[in-house]
């Protein structure tokens, strides 16, 4: 059942973190436009070497993309939400540190409460799995210079098998992320139950103590 539930725990994750395929349809090279701030400040006339040759094949160049509209849309409503909500459980703490509430109002107000701090921490995973989307939104590019165009390209044993490294980095990040997340919960009750038999160990040697 354990084993299940990281597995299911870990897919997830991995889903919930894959961002969604922005290139809808084949690029059309007619369809050009030049974007504004992208250039490297060494790509200047000065360093121009000169033409590369036919051959020149440039990889593993990566293309960092903005948030879509849907994404900064998303972010702007849990953002707001988050705020909303924080606002609605400053107020009811108030309410509840109140010493004029009888027991019925302050156990409703309690138990508003904890409802308002969950949909917190959903709110707080909402806002961080928009964004880690937003950052992973990139580009893999591979350019080719007419000399090569055409030509079924060949990796290298380096290219191989720094893919093959990189694959593995990945899958065991997702998996010690995983287990982070499973674990966590579980390592925060545990030490909570220690706290808790220290304290009453405490209480219990003060009151033999002050008994004797």
């Not at 966590?184 to 909570?192: D, E, F, G, S, T």
């Not at 220690?194 to 002050?210: F, Q, S, T, V």
Request: charged share 25%; glycine share 6%; proline share 4%.
């Amino acid at each position: 059942m354990l084993r299940s539930l990281l597995t299911l725990t870990i897919f997830s994750t991995f889903l919930a973190a894959a961002p969604a395929d922005r290139i809808k349809g084949p690029v059309d090279a007619r369809r050009v436009r030049a974007l504004a701030g992208g250039a490297h400040r060494l790509a200047e006339a000065a360093s121009d070497r000169g033409a590369v040759p036919p051959s020149t094949r440039l990889d593993h160049i990566v293309l960092m993309t903005k948030m879509s509209g849907a994404q900064q849309a998303e972010l702007d409503r849990l953002t707001r939400r988050r705020a909303s909500v924080r606002a609605q459980l400053l107020v009811l703490t108030s309410r509840i540190e109140s010493d004029t509430l009888d027991t019925t109002t302050r156990a409703r107000l309690e138990a508003r409460r904890q409802t308002l701090r969950e949909e917190l921490r959903a709110v707080n995973r909402g806002v961080g799995s928009t964004s880690a989307e937003a950052r992973m939104a990139t580009i893999q590019l591979t350019v080719l210079t007419p000399g090569v165009q055409g030509v079924a390209p060949v990796p290298s044993p380096f290219d191989t098998t720094l893919d093959g490294a990189l694959g593995v980095l990945i899958w065991q990040g997702i998996v010690a992320l995983a287990l982070a997340i499973v674990l966590a919960p579980l390592a925060c009750v545990a030490l909570a139950a220690w706290l808790g038999r220290r304290l009453y160990r405490l209480r219990e040697d003060k009151r033999l103590l002050a008994a004797s």
